[in-house]
């Protein structure tokens, strides 16, 4: 059985750690993220893990008001969509940008929000 | 493949009830079995739609509860999970099992309890329907998912917000025409552009409510059919999908699932969006619909506000959409939604619509998608 290169826990041990990792075909070049099985493009299988820089670009954002259980402390708190440079796209929570100077176009960086346990992506000021 | 028709259809009131979902759905069944014409023992399968019984009810194998619950408990039932499109996919399955010649009657829908639970853990449940480790953990919920596809499509096409705010107008106008629906109101575009934000662009009004309800439809093959002068037929049924990942869709702006689901049932049924007199679908937020009469083709992709706000979707209109007064104004209880809306153009195809009627309509359109727009069903259905 092949070994997955990158697996949803390597994903976010390495985001932990402040890098981000994704997958790239050495068929066709794609590139992939989240890390899946076969190759969306060429339905191949062979993937190597490539380090992504981390810079992008804002192409939506929400700002969340009403926030689901839990999270209430939180509130108000802005998801972004960000469209990275070498071209695939990561949703984030916005950090350290002040809700109103959020818009399309800003430029971004990549950092990992780390809360208790649980590490997710975030991007701040480039 | 042998053809199939909906022979009858039930609908419960809206809003919030105090009993189980099951108990929703056998209500709905029963009025399915009664308008069908048929005994109960004449059904010979179930494919039933919940999402979040597990969560808000503590209730899993919730197939063989619904057919016990109906007094039918030897059929042999089948739970379906597809976010919003829920009960669609379970209406696909069943016409399936029936053009295959497998069954001759079934019986498919579903329903959804979620009103026993404070709005800030059903909010939680919904947000399930999204990927637990890229877009829950970041606190996403549903408004979001829709704000952030609202927000690229104002972008690409400069839809407004109260573009948005005409289709809450106009669904809330449509609910007051309908008896089951769970706001019979009408809202001001004031009032809409008044109300507070729950996830910028979205305001309050823009989004559908949380509801209880049970919806149920009766498919037969047309050999059992012959006879019935309200039978619809099913001209075409179809699922289309696209990645889970918000992140990995190519266009923020447009639901590529809807395009491809359209295309192919259009396709199947041998008809065009023009053919199209009457269309309940998938308006969970107003950006939803408005990206929806894009994606169906009756308006050109970056159009759908215009058509908001000029009233082309309104009762009377171009193309009348969600004569119900749709998800947001009828009510959206997630494991029902796609049975309610066949209902909806079952009834209008009969001409039995009352009130909210559109006058001769032979072909309607029913279009439900799943959360984060991963799966879309389209289907059509005819008198003829």
């Not at chain 1, 670009?57 to 440079?85: N, Q």
């Not at chain 2, 575009?189 to 559908?208: G, I, M, W």
Request: charged share 20%; net charge neutral; hydrophobic share 40%.
């Amino acid at each position: 059985m092949n070994e997955r290169v990158v697996t949803l826990k390597s994903f976010f041990v390495d985001v932990r750690a402040g890098r981000l990792t994704g997958i790239r075909c050495t068929q066709c070049g794609g590139l992939a993220l989240p890390p899946k099985e076969f190759c969306p493009t060429c339905q191949r299988r062979q993937w190597e893990p490539v380090s992504l820089h981390g810079s992008g670009i804002v192409t939506s954002f929400t700002v969340i008001r009403i926030p689901p259980r839990g999270r209430a402390p939180e509130a108000p708190y802005a998801v972004v969509v960000v469209k990275l440079d070498e071209g695939v796209s990561l949703l984030g929570r916005a950090v350290d940008i002040p809700l109103e100077a959020l818009q399309t176009g800003l430029s971004v960086k990549f950092r990992p929000v780390v809360a208790n346990d649980q590490t997710i992506i975030g991007f701040g000021p480039a | 493949m042998r053809r199939v028709a909906v022979i009858g259809v039930g609908i419960t009131r809206f809003g919030k009830h105090d009993c189980t979902s099951t108990e929703l759905f056998a209500a709905a069944a029963a009025e399915a079995i009664a308008d069908a014409d048929i005994a109960p023992r004449d059904v010979q399968a179930l494919y039933y739609g919940n999402v979040t019984g597990g969560e808000t009810e503590r209730q899993l194998h919730m197939g063989p509860l619904a057919a016990t619950t109906l007094g039918l408990p030897t059929i042999p039932t089948t739970r379906v999970e597809a976010a919003c499109a829920t009960s669609h996919a379970a209406f696909r399955h069943g016409v399936m099992e029936i053009a295959s010649g497998v069954s001759d009657v079934v019986l498919v829908g579903g329903a959804e309890r979620v009103l026993n639970v404070p709005t800030d853990a059903a909010t939680e449940y919904f947000a399930y329907c999204s990927d637990a480790s890229y877009e829950q953990s970041l606190g996403l919920t549903f408004p979001g998912v829709f704000a952030l596809i609202a927000r690229a499509h104002m972008e690409r096409y400069g839809t407004t917000e109260e573009q948005m705010a005409h289709v809450a107008v106009k669904n809330h106008r449509h609910g007051v025409l309908n008896p089951k629906a769970q706001f019979q109101k009408e809202i001001s575009l004031e009032a809409v552009l008044r109300s507070p934000y729950v996830a910028d662009p979205l305001k309050l009004y823009d989004c559908c409510p949380f509801t209880d309800g049970g919806a149920a439809v009766v498919l037969a093959a047309e050999e059992v059919v012959k006879k019935r002068r309200r039978a619809i037929w099913v001209l075409a049924t179809v699922a289309a999908a696209d990645t889970m990942f918000l992140s990995e869709k190519r266009d923020l702006w447009r639901v590529a699932a809807t395009e491809r689901a359209a295309l192919r049932a259009y396709r199947q049924a041998g008809k065009t969006p023009a053919d199209v007199d009457v269309a309940e679908l998938h308006d969970c937020f107003t950006i939803a619909e408005i990206v929806a009469t894009e994606g169906l083709g009756f308006f050109e992709p970056g159009s759908g506000g215009i058509a908001a706000e000029k009233g082309w979707t309104s009762l009377g209109g171009k193309i009348p959409v969600n004569p119900s007064g749709g998800l947001k104004a009828k009510g959206h209880p997630i494991g029902a939604t796609g049975a309610a809306q066949i209902g909806e153009i079952v009834t209008q195809l009969r001409g039995e619509a009352g009130a909210r009627q559109v006058d001769g309509a032979s072909t309607g359109l029913v279009h439900t998608l799943g959360g984060n727009t991963a799966t879309v069903l389209v289907s059509l259905l005819g008198r003829e």
